[in-house]
């Protein structure tokens, strides 16, 4: 900030007054919360700080600030509704625009307003204008670059022209195939296509066939199609698998020497059952002074992976490991990540550990991190180490009790600082030997995963805050190059529909944006509520996306401060870059030179594995929805109880309780009345009978229609409960 920060104390009732001043004199800059404070003389502890909060939040849904999305503040420019640039998106049969905007991040668009369009495009878009406290919506206006992914569908011919039904819900159109662009493909073929031409709105977009996968409805076929969709490699290419080959040998007697010797030591590995790739293990031992020393040891992935190598390219192009139903893509080939990067028990690993000694009521007393050498004694899976904490009976159980032990004071002091404690469930099937879905559970959070989670929480956090400390030590004043995992307060917008659902079930909702501790408390008093698990989702729906960036900003989600990712180097790419600066900065200050290239390449490389994890994570969604519908054919024409998870305009979504999948019950079919949607109060309600359907509503189905291409399961309302 310049030296014209105003340094008095500001009295509440003038701080909007206050706030607008500064925020005036320092155009164009954009000031942080802590700066603005600071600068008004408000101090963090202060009734007057939450008051500040409120006020800044306020004058930005008036209009008068805007925030950015890294929780700085600014005057609102002139022109605010010039075009934008951003990605086209569509969801839900929703269209929105990921904009460039700092202010607007994201733009709705109707779907007149779209014209050719499609999802993946870059777009120019001109914010229509503005009403307070809705959602900001625009018009596309020009087409900047078309996307470049594949397009996987189904070739149908009608008699006269071949088109190509597209699988995803997110191309609203199907796409003609001219006679003489189809190759070797036949009606019914499984296809994939490359996108043409679209001029006119009116009419069909071209598409040409460059691959057969096979015939529709196969489920390998399926799958593969999902693979072409988000653009996941199927191999290595040879010259990597090559390079892995030649560098998976076991640590040599120099390598060992120059490491911390932890071979004798009682460390354990704890993954899910079918995991391979096991990247982190855990000790604990007592200290003289009555700490405990909690160990974090991870995978040395840059021993073998160094960089600008075959190896680090491609991972670096890939970021990440895809975890679909019936494969998983790795970032690392598996002469790496399952066999010599991976801590199996009794072989010899190299490793990068963090120790950190608490007290009995989880505070960090003293950290340390070292390149080590290790052995881990036992492998559990996540059963076997449940099943310890539920008896105290196993190998190792002393062990893994006092972790548990740790783990819950761990727990329990993030939440008081701040840590949103959100329930999760994550869908898992069981394959049949042609890799087709026979059932499906939903795993939720048990005391072993929180053991292990909790570990690696602290660990991430210790590791960026010994950034902060050795950044002192080599500079005069800022931060040495380093990605975070950072996590953004929620959009006011998105969580007032929320909020709205969570106040009409009579749980009390403070004014303004909520912070991480007032949404614990939201969330503890829905606790004991039937809607529970949907209210979770729906609150982790409003959330902003965490992502990695080269700007700290604090973790919103855990409450932490200071936070980045260290734990997976075998599965995610910014932990090998995390590994790497730590080496770097632990020998010697780099040069002037050598900061100067890391802040602009930290920047590409951040944008990068945000956007790979982001398509990751949407190709597993899609391979849940096609196994979803997979499953549910085998359930056709069953009538089953269900409840609603969410309500639209054009029906209502339902978890079909014995399946523990979701299918959408279409507005069209609850034909015993004429329903309409209520927005504000999420619920379609029963013209004549007066019938309400909301969230967490218990209903009873038939499964009436599958469709494997488009992953839809269509179902319809029975009103009596005779069900499987």
């Known amino acids: 900030m310049s030296k014209k920060t105003i340094k008095q104390t500001v009295p509440i009732d003038s701080i909007s007054e206050a706030i607008l001043a500064l925020l005036k004199e320092h155009t164009p800059a954009m000031l942080k919360l802590?700066?603005?404070?600071?600068?008004?003389?408000?101090?963090?502890?202060?009734?007057?700080?939450?008051?500040?909060?409120?006020?800044?939040?306020?004058?930005?849904?008036?209009?008068?600030?805007?925030?950015?999305?890294?929780?700085?503040?600014?005057?609102?420019?002139?022109?605010?509704?010039?075009?934008?640039?951003?990605?086209?998106?569509?969801?839900?049969?929703?269209?929105?625009?990921?904009?460039?905007?700092?202010?607007?991040?994201?733009?709705y668009v109707r779907p007149q307003h779209i014209g050719t369009a499609m999802d993946g495009d870059s777009v120019r878009v001109k914010l229509l204008a503005l009403k307070k406290d809705k959602k900001p919506y625009g018009i596309v206006t020009d087409i900047v670059k078309r996307s470049d992914l594949p397009i996987p569908g189904t070739l149908e011919y009608d008699?006269?022209?071949?088109?190509?039904?597209?699988?995803?819900?997110?191309?609203?159109?199907?796409?003609?195939?001219?006679?003489?662009?189809?190759?070797?493909?036949?009606?019914?073929?499984?296809?994939?296509?490359?996108?043409?031409?679209?001029?006119?709105?009116?009419?069909?977009?071209?598409?040409?066939?460059?691959e057969i996968l096979g015939k529709s409805g196969d489920p390998s076929v399926e799958f593969a199609g999902i693979m072409k969709e988000f653009n996941l490699p199927v191999n290595f290419p040879t010259e990597v698998e090559q390079e892995a080959v030649l560098v998976a040998k076991l640590p040599s007697k120099s390598e060992i020497s120059d490491r911390l010797d932890l071979r004798k030591s009682v460390i354990i590995t704890i993954d899910p059952d079918d995991a391979r790739d096991f990247d982190d293990a855990l000790s604990l031992e007592d200290l003289p002074n009555g700490l405990k020393r909690l160990g974090v040891h991870i995978a040395d992935v840059t021993a073998y992976v160094k960089e600008e190598s075959l190896l680090d390219k491609e991972a670096y192009r890939r970021a990440t490991s895809t975890y679909l139903v019936d494969r998983v893509v790795p970032m690392l080939p598996e002469s790496l990540s399952n066999e010599i990067c991976s801590l199996q028990p009794n072989k010899v690993r190299l490793a990068f550990s963090v120790f950190m000694d608490c007290d009995e009521h989880g505070n960090v007393h003293d950290y340390s991190v070292s390149e080590t050498v290790i052995k881990s004694c036992k492998?559990?899976?996540?059963?076997?180490?449940?099943?310890?904490?539920?008896?105290?009976?196993?190998?190792?159980?002393?062990?893994?009790?006092?972790?548990?032990?740790?783990?819950?004071?761990?727990?329990?002091i993030r939440y008081k600082k701040g840590g949103v404690d959100f329930v999760t469930q994550e869908t898992k099937f069981s394959l049949d030997e042609h890799k087709f879905p026979i059932a499906a559970v939903l795993k939720t959070r048990t005391d072993a995963t929180s053991l292990v989670e909790e570990c690696m929480l602290l660990a991430n956090q210790t590791?960026?805050?010994h950034v902060k400390h050795i950044s002192k030590k080599h500079l005069k004043k800022g931060v040495l190059p380093f990605i975070y995992r950072v996590h953004d307060e929620p959009d006011m917008m998105k969580l007032k529909d929320v909020l709205r659902f969570v106040k009409a079930l009579g749980v009390h909702v403070p004014n303004g944006v909520p912070s991480s501790r007032e949404l614990n408390t939201i969330l503890?008093?829905?606790?004991?509520?039937?809607?529970?698990?949907?209210?979770?989702?729906?609150?982790?729906?409003?959330?902003?996306?965490?992502?990695?960036v080269e700007e700290n900003i604090g973790h919103y989600g855990l409450g932490f401060s200071d936070y980045t990712h260290f734990t997976s180097p075998i599965r995610r790419y910014p932990d090998v870059l995390v590994h790497r600066l730590l080496k770097e900065y632990a020998s010697e200050r780099p040069n002037d030179n050598r900061i100067r290239y890391l802040n602009e390449y930290l920047i590409d490389a951040s944008a990068h594995c945000s956007l790979q994890e982001r398509q990751a994570?949407?190709?597993?969604?899609?391979?849940?929805?096609?196994?979803?519908?997979?499953?549910?054919?085998?359930?056709?024409?069953?009538?089953?109880?269900?409840?609603?998870?969410?309500?639209?305009?054009?029906?209502?979504f339902v978890l079909l309780s014995s399946l523990n999948i979701e299918g959408l019950l279409h507005i069209r079919d609850l034909s015993d009345d004429y329903y309409y949607f209520e927005e504000q109060q999420f619920r379609l309600v029963g013209k004549r009978t007066k019938q309400v359907f909301r969230i967490g509503s218990p209903v009873y189905v038939e499964i009436v229609n599958v469709n494997i291409d488009k992953r839809q399961i269509d179902l319809k309302f029975i009103e009596d409960e005779e069900t499987e």
């Open 159 to 210: 008699g006269d022209f071949y088109f190509v039904i597209p699988d995803e819900e997110k191309y609203l159109v199907d796409f003609l195939i001219p006679a003489r662009k189809i190759g070797k493909a036949k009606a019914g073929d499984k296809v994939v296509c490359k996108f043409l031409k679209w001029e006119d709105p009116h009419k069909s977009p071209e598409a040409e066939v460059i």
């Open 463 to 465: 590791i960026a805050l």
């Open 34 to 107: 802590n700066e603005i404070s600071k600068a008004l003389g408000i101090t963090s502890d202060s009734k007057e700080y939450d008051a500040l909060r409120v006020t800044l939040n306020d004058l930005d849904q008036n209009k008068l600030i805007f925030k950015s999305t890294r929780r700085r503040f600014g005057m609102r420019p002139l022109g605010e509704f010039s075009a934008f640039k951003g990605i086209l998106r569509f969801e839900y049969n929703r269209a929105t625009i990921e904009t460039d905007s700092a202010e607007f991040p994201i733009i």
């Open 379 to 412: 492998r559990f899976t996540y059963a076997e180490a449940q099943s310890i904490i539920d008896t105290g009976q196993g190998p190792y159980h002393e062990l893994v009790l006092e972790l548990y032990k740790l783990s819950l004071t761990l727990r329990d």
């Open 524 to 548: 503890e008093h829905v606790a004991h509520l039937p809607e529970k698990m949907v209210i979770n989702q729906f609150l982790l729906r409003s959330m902003a996306k965490a992502i990695y």
């Open 617 to 652: 994570v949407n190709a597993e969604r899609a391979s849940t929805r096609l196994a979803s519908a997979q499953l549910a054919k085998r359930h056709l024409g069953s009538r089953i109880k269900g409840t609603v998870t969410s309500v639209t305009s054009f029906g209502l």
